[in-house]
């Protein structure tokens, strides 16, 4: 929220100054602080936002307070629709779409009775093994920044909108003691901007993260609350903790911090603080200001209309799930099996009759952590359950191996014409690290032995072999990825995922996911990640970028992904301000293609200009179609790339 000038905001200002008068001091202190008993924080882990969390409320003022849901891939509330992850959206490159989600997000939170939905989480991921990869849109922060951004403006057309973890939160089982160590040209250049266009696209709230930058836990950064987040960007909404342990002692309110969530734990110790002289009462007043006039500013927004209990997972609601998922699904590899003419996918149902699904996880409901993101659906379309419900209308039978016995995927692969082999992770491998569900950072970027052996198993008893991939980031394929001639990466598809994977294979739908995280070939590629760091130093590079500082070749890079169809790309031109290509599909079937534009840039303190995503198109085309592009170019370009990938070697490039 960012109010700006004009009457209407006099008028705010002048009703928020007049509760402020008329609020005693201990009402004020209160405000700052979630209503939760604490008692009860200790019972979160049974059900946690079973009903929304509230806060910072004044009745008597009427100021109806904060009702907190969490995100991001659905309202974590009641039976709600789970979209795909982020990550999995963010593999769309698809703004506009985000925002049609950020609006289902927002009315499915008010029509269960919360007005701040906390669920846009921007953190980047500078290594796959973080346990809560999935939570995020992705690596670079061009990316992070247009996709948060269209949630923002999505989800607030009905309710406040929280952006979170503020600032360099990438490791999961370390987030409450790390020291992120990190220069602050590299800070400013690699960590902060994508927040940065989450504030200037209007968010609420920002949520501060566990850990400490520099050597100061950021629920106490007066340097990233205040200095940077307030003084520079001009935010003028409200910081909230994150929970529990998000502020260490009540000092935080004299950095910048507004609201301890969920319960009033260390910040019962305010009028003691301010007493000494720890706090001022113009910091009370300040967070007590902000918490209201957010409040204000936003209580007129909505369509009550349509906050009705059957808006909750309804079937338009479903129906954005499943298209979320079609578009989110990255084709990795499509050969022709060994002995055929054509690529495996999609599949010939002229000639298969009888598809195997193999794997345990082709059964299960894998929608992702049991964390704090945790969504509950009334129900999953699992893998088998897509295929089991689209096959049969194409003259195909689906034959049921879903699980992890090698012996028996293999026979049942060895008496199908194709075999979908399902396999990947769960919440019990990554998500958030909480003692009562396992998950945290993955102890490995390979599959689990006995995936891979199932794999190779089905593969050599059937050369027409689909693997399909399910987890929050990057895996490692190199052991077995030569012996399948195609590969998915569903990540966790949502409670839809199923029907829109069965429209892939199938050929009913074209894929046009594009990775939105550089997959390597090792670990080695990598930087350093300790899962139980005390300290860990970042810098400006990794990702795509350090694959080209270091001269690189990763598995798949940044921004790639396969088609049914073939998209040409023109000579790029110069216009002005503007560079201009024509894109053609040149297949014989519709499909979109993500045009990304990269720039030699500088980041933070490493000297060297790498290509840097500065702009992105989701093109759909039908088939022969050919549209002309325009992109907007910043007078500081000098060299600029069109492709579609960070892959340099399929570059178009200008210099200017």
Same mark, same amino acid.
């Given at each position: ?275 000494? #002289? !720890? ?6 007043? *300040?967070? +007590? =200001? $902000?918490?209201?006039?957010?409040? @204000?500013?936003? %209580? ?40 055929? #003419? !054509? ?6 149902? *002229?000639? +298969? =009759? $009888?598809?195997?699904?193999?794997? @345990?996880?082709? %059964? ?293």
């Amino acid at each position: 929220m960012r109010l700006r000038g004009g009457s209407a905001d006099a008028v705010a200002a002048d009703d928020v100054e007049r509760i402020l008068a008329e609020l005693g001091l201990d009402e004020k202190l209160r405000l700052l602080s979630g209503d939760l008993p604490v008692r009860d924080v200790f019972r979160m882990g049974r059900r946690y936002n079973a009903l929304p969390y509230e806060a910072a409320a004044a009745p008597r003022l009427g100021v109806g307070g904060i009702r907190f849901a969490d995100g991001p891939r659905g309202v974590v509330l009641g039976r709600s629709t789970a979209f795909p992850v982020a990550m999995a959206r963010g593999a769309t490159f698809d703004p506009e779409l985000e925002e049609r989600i950020g609006d289902a997000l927002g009315v499915e939170a008010r029509a269960q009775g919360a007005n701040l939905f906390a669920g846009v989480c921007v953190n980047l991921l500078r290594h796959p093994a973080w346990g809560r990869a999935q939570e995020t849109y992705g690596e670079d922060p061009h990316l992070l920044g247009e996709m948060g951004a269209a949630l923002v403006r999505g989800s607030q057309r009905h309710v406040m909108a929280c952006v979170k973890h503020f600032a360099c939160n990438s490791i999961e089982n370390a987030r409450f003691w790390v020291d992120v160590r990190i220069d602050e040209a590299d800070l400013r250049d690699v960590y902060l901007p994508h927040f940065r266009r989450c504030v200037d696209a209007g968010v609420a709230a920002v949520m501060s993260a566990y850990n400490k930058v520099n050597g100061a836990w950021c629920g106490h950064s007066r340097h990233l609350l205040t200095d940077v987040l307030r003084r520079e960007w001009g935010f003028t909404g409200f910081v909230m903790s994150d929970f529990v342990l998000g502020v260490r002692g009540p000092d935080a309110v004299a950095a910048g911090m507004d609201l301890e969530m969920p319960s009033r734990i260390r910040f019962r110790g305010l009028g003691r603080a301010l007493a000494r #002289g !720890r706090i001022a009462a113009a910091d009370i007043d *300040a967070a +007590v =200001r $902000r918490l209201v006039g957010t409040q @204000r500013a936003f %209580a007129a927004r909505g369509e009550p209309e349509r906050y009705r209990r059957d808006a909750v997972a309804s079937p338009a609601h479903r129906a954005l799930a499943r298209e979320a998922a079609e578009r989110s699904i990255v084709l990795l590899t499509n050969a022709p099996p060994v002995g055929d #003419g !054509r690529a495996l996918l999609p599949f010939d149902l *002229a000639s +298969v =009759r $009888r598809i195997a699904v193999v794997g @345990r996880l082709a %059964a299960l409901p894998n929608t992702g952590d049991h964390g704090s993101s945790r969504v509950r659906p009334p129900e999953v379309a699992t893998p088998l359950a897509g295929l089991l419900a689209a096959a049969p209308a194409r003259g195909a039978v689906v034959v049921d191996a879903a699980s992890d016995d090698a012996a028996r995927g293999a026979a049942a692969a060895r008496a199908a014409d194709v075999a979908v082999v399902v396999v990947g992770c769960t919440f019990r491998d990554e998500g958030e690290y909480l003692s009562c569900l396992g998950g945290g950072d993955r102890t490995a970027l390979r599959l689990r032995p006995a995936h891979e052996r199932l794999i190779e198993a089905v593969a050599a008893a059937n050369p027409r072999t689909v693997v399909v991939l399910m987890g929050g980031a990057a895996i490692v394929t190199e052991a077995w990825r030569g012996a399948v001639p195609s590969m998915l990466m569903a990540w966790y598809p949502g409670m839809e995922g199923g029907h829109a994977l069965a429209a892939l294979l199938l050929g009913d739908a074209t894929p046009s996911g594009r990775l939105p995280c550089t997959w390597p070939r090792s670990a080695a590629q990598l930087p350093p990640f300790a899962r139980r760091a005390r300290i860990a130093r970042y810098d400006s590079l990794h990702g795509y970028r350090l694959m080209q500082a270091e001269r690189r070749a990763p598995a798949f890079w940044f921004g790639h992904g396969l088609s049914y169809t073939r998209f040409t790309y023109g000579a790029p031109r110069l216009e002005g301000d503007a560079l201009v290509l024509t894109i053609t599909n040149a297949g014989e079937r519709a499909g979109a293609e993500v045009v990304q534009l990269y720039v030699d840039l500088a980041l933070g303190t490493d000297p060297r200009p790498l290509g840097t995503l500065r702009d992105f198109r989701r093109v759909p085309l039908a088939a022969s179609e050919s549209r002309e592009l325009r992109f907007a170019l910043e007078p500081a370009w000098r060299r600029v790339h069109v492709g579609p990938s960070a892959d340099p070697a399929g570059w178009r490039t200008i210099a200017r």
